[in-house]
Each structure stands twice: as C-alpha cells, then as structure tokens.
C-alpha cells in the first residue's frame, strides 16, 4: 500500500514547457507539502496546504501554482520551465504535530 | 527564522562500529521537534528518529540513538553496529509547533555515511 505516491518520477522536458506533478496520500492527513531538492541535495518547502486551504507559501516564483482538489491531493503545475527549475520534487503528508511522510520524489530535468 | 546546520558534509565509518552525526539548530520556539531522516539512493526520504522538545529523555529506535542537548540547541545522531544498509544522506529537520501542526520541516544540508566494509 503505497502512502504518498507521485506521479510521473521521472519528467525530462524543454524549456519554456508547462507540466504538472501529481500527489496523492491514501493516509487520512489533513496537511500536505510541496518540497524541492536541488542539485546540492538542499531541501527546501514550496508549499503547505492544509485541508485544501494554503497554509505557507515560500517565495516561490508564481510560475509554480499548487492545487489541492480535496485534501488526499495536492498537485504542483510549473508553466514556462527554466533550466533552473531543474530538480527533485516531493510531495509530503502530516497528520498533525508528528513527522512528516514522504512521496518517492520526481526527478525534473528541463533541457 | 529557525535554521539547522550539519557541520559534516560527509563522513565514513566501518561495519560494525559507532558513528556520530552533528546537528545544530537555531529557535526561540520553546516547544518544537527535531527529526533525522535518511535518504538512500533510491531517494525516498525515510525517517529515523524523532524527538520531541518538551522530553527530557533521548529517543532510541534499535541501533540509533538522539543525544538531545535543549540548552546548547544540539540534536546529535549515533549509529551503533553501523551496517553496510546504513550508508545514505542524513537530514537534520526541525519543526516548529506555531501554526498547529502545518508547520514545515526546516532541514539541514544533510551528510553524506558512507560505511566502509
């Protein structure tokens, strides 16, 4: 039973692109959380939504737009791609004060 | 701002023996979490160990341990009996208690285990 799953794991694309990242959790988690890895390993929040609502957005460039459907979802879409975009994406889930679980990552290589 | 800093980028330990991994934060919070994740390979963050701030008692999960130090801000990691499955990049992460649990996690840099056989 997988807990947090995103898909695709692997987007390569061009520049200028627009693509989105799919995540769902099958845990019952009211927050879910967009983070970026970069190249250094360096991870970093994007995001936070908190039964559909946006709870932290950390300067990111509005070229990134989450969207929560319902609160098992909450999907990432990137629109005109930058060779910086250039990452690991992950998805999170946390019940409430306690840890948070971590989707497999989509590794985003914009060409 | 809350900030966590790993001071090893890398370190190597040999099967079977002892291995500490540093980590540092920086909080006013009185009330917090502090939490070692493990990134193999495969990337898939995995979580070691966590610990609240409010216990004065240092987690344990089987051969990892928390030294948890509140007062010097000091949230170390040993690893006894290190096997070769341990070998991975570790995150230091912190998490805030002020926003009722959509807090997020603040990591550090990580440091890279390598066990030598």
């Known amino acids: 039973d997988t807990a947090v799953s995103q898909t695709p794991k692997y987007l390569v694309t061009q520049m200028g692109n627009d693509k989105s990242i799919k995540c769902e959790q099958n845990l019952g988690h009211d927050t879910m959380y967009w983070y970026k890895q970069d190249s250094k390993k360096f991870l970093k929040i994007m995001f936070s939504y908190n039964n559909k609502e946006l709870i932290i957005n950390e300067t990111v460039p509005n070229r990134f737009s989450p969207k929560s459907p319902d609160k098992a979802h909450l999907n990432l879409h990137i629109n005109s791609l930058e060779l910086g975009d250039s990452a690991v994406y992950f998805c999170?889930?946390?019940?409430?004060?306690?840890?948070?679980?971590f989707g497999p990552g989509t590794r985003l290589t914009v060409l | 701002a809350q900030t966590v800093t790993q001071s090893q980028p890398e370190m190597s330990v040999q099967e079977a023996e002892t291995v500490t991994l540093s980590c540092t934060y920086d909080?006013?919070?009185?009330?917090?979490?502090l939490f070692w994740y493990k990134q193999p390979p495969s990337r898939q963050m995995i979580l070691v160990i966590r610990q609240e701030a409010y216990k004065q008692q240092n987690a344990t999960e089987n051969r990892f341990s928390v030294n948890f130090q509140k007062a010097a801000k000091s949230f170390s990691l040993k690893i006894s009996d290190s096997q070769l499955g341990d070998a991975a990049m570790y995150f230091c992460a912190y998490k805030g208690t002020t926003q009722g649990g959509s807090e997020k996690l603040v990591f550090g840099k990580g440091t890279k285990l390598t066990v030598n056989p």
């Open positions: 999170a889930s946390s019940p409430d004060l306690a840890e948070q679980f």
């Open positions: 909080t006013s919070e009185s009330d917090y979490y």
